[in-house]
């Protein structure tokens, strides 16, 4: 499925969320960029998180948070492999 054909009308486009895995629409999601550098776009994929994680990660400590990302290899590995990662890694952090 190609996603750069529907760039710059995102409407009805579905993204799943890095968090906790759900399908939202693209309206109702949030750009994630772990990189933390959202204007520049060249050659990016972006990441989304729904709106309930995305409220849920304001309330949260974002130390660390980046590294966590990278250390589970967020975009270059695939998806199930990285939620496993990263969820042992935040646990790791929060003890
Ligand atoms: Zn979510």
């Known amino acids: 499925m190609s996603s750069t054909r529907l760039w710059g009308r995102d409407a009805g ?3 799943t969320c890095i968090a906790c ?29 729904c709106k309930p994680c995305d409220s ?9 948070l980046e590294e966590a990302l990278v250390a589970a290899r967020a975009g270059q590995t695939d998806q199930k492999t990285f939620l496993r990662r990263f969820c042992e ?7």
């Open 13 to 15: 486009r579905e993204v």
């Open 21 to 49: 895995g759900e399908t939202v629409d693209r309206a109702d999601a949030r750009e994630y960029d772990k990189h933390g550098d959202r204007w520049d776009r060249d050659d990016k994929q972006f990441e989304f998180l």
């Open 56 to 64: 849920a990660c304001c309330h949260q400590n974002r130390e660390g």
């Open 89 to 95: 890694l935040t646990v790791e952090d929060a003890n």
